[in-house]
């Protein structure tokens, strides 16, 4: 696999909105073809060798080609949107909208991601090492239809509204979420390993939701559909004792989505 | 902009002419179509060669929401319909963005890329004339006009209910030259009303609630006063139970309330020599019919009912129907029919708006998405096609999306495909639900249109229905210098190689306005700043002042002061009124 390595260059000021950053269009560049693809930064056009030093050249497609950041780049935002193979590795903290509707392939965020991450993703990996900001999964805003296919993985701890609208894909939260995780979800599988605030799965029609520690407040729309044990959740067995509930009836009458919460960590609920 | 133009060699429609692919020159001096132009004006003309191309006239539009408060409206509650659909700023154009309910710019560079050059607005609620108008104004290139929502109004449903037309005429030629209106609308009649009060009518003889007034009241009564007036447009009729299995057949008993009404059409204006009569021969034009045409009883056995309505138009000559297709994809549906998106809201869960408009009327918006995998959809999809294929006589129907309801105008190309292609629509059926083909009649329909007819459904039929065909829509002399060229050759023209046809009318080889390229291969050549059209009908002076009196009695339940209530001249850049009833005739005991 071809590498090019981008180096940034020093702090910037107005954020960069950087969507070249992927490995469909570095495919059959050479080094002074890549510096030179333009970014915006505000109003401004710009080429890429302005914010980055580049070394390496890329593959002949993008399957073949691996785009490593060498540092944070809190500032540059759409990395990796839509991307369809290939792999991005980001050696710090990424902007907003890193792997925002991508396709295929694998994004390793070794920092912290922004909010936007994988927004309506579609496919493939997106790997966050730290913690990720809002909207991770989600659909844009005034939309439903959020993430529908590929996998997040967050190691750290999410914000508010993680996989809103999901339709379908896998998100696995290591740590915490704030509000509003699964709101309107009607497909796939959330799991978070550590607390929620509230709203968990609120008008949620389907899909599936996991708790593994303290939802502080959970939604009236959901009803108490027994205990399990050991519960199946696709393909993995989630272990530990988890009550089962069934929502979000505030949305309609025969809603499908499943919520399990960790019987140990939510007694008085 | 170029003085004079001569468009050569190009294969000519234009059935207003009965021209039918000749090979024939145009004309254009001073932004209008002349006979001929001899020395120094044909010396200094701009030459277009359009040998081996299709040439029509200007595109118009006679149903299309693209100003005004609901649009806008819809435009607000949507940002995932705007920010995957961005358009850059040019040193010509605007920046704009929006997928079916495009911002302004957007909306007038894209029409005249499909070489579109009229558009109307189809729906104007009197208190957000001001706002229709700051729109249309705002529009570039395209010529403009509305028509006024008059179907729930209190004082016109009071007047008629008291038997008295002639303060009703009165009533509504003053509201069209106080709001700059051009024709009148009637959108679910007695019913939209009743929805104030959370409730509808489901049929044309029930009074509603305060009024005690009818559908067919309404209908009949605007369609009287629409001819008393002799205003260029008929009638406009949005119809009752629109969007439930099995409202075919109250639109076409809707139909069928105005089928005694005598068309009278008196405008000042100079009408051209043209071979078919430019002068419209309908008392009634129904919109968006595909949606009045949903057959079966309830959405288990929901089909088509094109049928009824397509028979019923077939043996009438005092129709009018644009069709309203549904192209699948996302829409957004608007209309002033409140319930009617209410109903949709219920059935969908989408993102939904309402409002009412004092009294006047009301409207509803709703986010919608239509899925070839959804029977219902498919169907619908099919009932749009059959519409315009089913009635014998082109000149009867009118092609639109009704857009952004049943999909976006830029959507037209796809839609000429399916009516010209048997091939394409093959294509879609293998793709879509089966109910579209189990559940209307389009897959034994083995019709494909000329270009002559695709000329007639989006230029002649729908300038001729809305009475501006002694301007638009044809290309004798005198008519408005606005020509399309399509890049076909009407001689190797192959039905079957339907994504061709497709990429053909997205973008016009040229789109011509007044003499001037606005439009070239889906650049943009030029922004002239379009024309507002309006009627001014005149009443009775008498009968005039006594509406008025009553008029401001009634302003006391308004929340806009009177002073505030018309359209000030200084939103109109180009004003274009027609002079409607004028030298005063009769009208008193008509």
Known sequence: ?269 | MSVTMVIRNGYVFDPLNEIDGEIKDIFIKDGKIVEDLTGAGLRDAKIIDAKGKTVMPGGVDSHSHVAGAKVNTGRMMCPEDRYKWVTKKSDLTHSGSGNTVPSVYVQGYDYARMGYTTVFEAAIPPMEARHTHEEMRSTPILDMGGYLVLGNNWFIMRHLKAGNIEKAAAYVAWMMRTHKAYGIKCVNPAGVENWGWGKNVSSLDEPNIHFGISSRDIIHGLAEINEMLGMPMSLHLHANNLGHPGCWEIARDSLDVTRDVKVECNMDVEWQKTKIDPRRTQSIYLAHAQFNSFGGTSWGDFASGAKGIVDYVNKSDHVVIDNGAVPFGPATVMTGDGPAIHHLYKLTGNKWSNKDIELECGSGILTFNYLKANPVHSVEWAIGLELLLLVNDPWKTILTTDHPNGGPFTKYPQLITWIMSKKAREATFAECHRWAQDRSSLGGIDREMTLYEIAILTRASPARTVGIAHRKGHLGAGADGDVTIYDFDPTKFDVNDYTKITRGFQNAAYTIKDGGVVAQNGEIMSVPHGRTFFSEPHMDDEIEKEMLKDVKEWFKYYTLGFANYPVPDKYIRNPSPVQVNKPLEAVVGR
């Open chain 1, 1 to 269: 696999m071809s590498e090019v390595i981008l180096r940034p260059k020093g702090s910037i000021d107005i954020m960069v909105e950087a969507e070249v950053i992927n490995p469909d269009i570095f495919a059959g560049k050479t080094t002074s073809e890549i510096e030179q693809l333009i970014v915006w930064q505000g109003s401004k056009q710009l080429p890429l060798s302005e914010f980055f030093d580049v070394e390496g050249s890329a593959g002949s497609t993008a399957a073949d080609t691996k785009i490593i950041v060498k540092g944070d780049v809190p500032r540059v935002k759409h990395i990796g949107h839509g991307m369809k193979a290939g792999e991005i590795v980001i050696e710090g903290s990424s902007g907003m909208h890193v792997g925002s509707e991508m396709i295929g392939g694998s994004i390793l965020v070794k920092g912290n991601a922004g909010s936007w991450a994988g927004m309506e993703m579609k496919g493939g990996t997106l790997h966050i090492v730290g913690n990720a900001g809002d909207h991770v999964g989600c659909a844009y805003r005034g939309s439903w239809r959020g993430m529908n296919g590929g996998k997040i993985l967050i190691d750290g701890n999410a914000r508010s509204q993680l996989g809103g609208g999901m339709s379908g894909g896998e998100i696995h939260v290591g740590g915490s979420v704030e509000n509003f995780a699964g709101i309107r979800m009607n497909s796939g599988l959330i799991v978070v390993k550590g607390d929620a605030i509230r709203a968990v799965g609120a008008q949620m029609s389907g899909g599936l939701f996991v708790v593994g520690g303290k939802i502080r407040q959970l939604s009236p729309g959901f009803e108490y559909a027994g205990t399990e044990k050991n519960p199946k959740v696709g393909e993995t067995v989630i272990s530990g004792e988890f009550m089962k509930f069934a929502g979000d009836y505030a949305l309609s009458k025969t809603p499908k989505g499943i919520l399990y919460a960790s019987k140990e960590a939510n007694e008085e609920v």
